[in-house]
């Protein structure tokens, strides 16, 4: 190896170590929790109930067909 590779690869791992070591940032609490709290829209974490109807009406058809084009 050449002295600048063995150079870049002593710089590349000390760089590694230097940032596995540092600190890590502390998880503040989160902003958005106040939001959630408030529930202005009156959220809950389950969705309300459907009422089965059944199938939809067929449409009425037309009798009154015209075929156009080729």
Do not use: C, H
Request: charged letters at 20%; hydrophobic letters at 35%.
């Amino acid at each position: 190896m050449s002295k600048n590779s063995s150079q870049a690869a002593f710089a590349a791992i000390a760089l590694g170590v230097f940032l596995s070591t540092a600190p890590q940032p502390v998880a503040s609490e989160n902003p958005y929790l106040a939001i959630s709290k408030r529930n202005a829209f009156s959220l809950s974490n389950e969705p309300p109930k459907r009422k089965d109807a059944g199938p939809p009406p067929e449409p009425p058809k037309s009798e009154d067909i015209k075929l156009t084009g080729i």
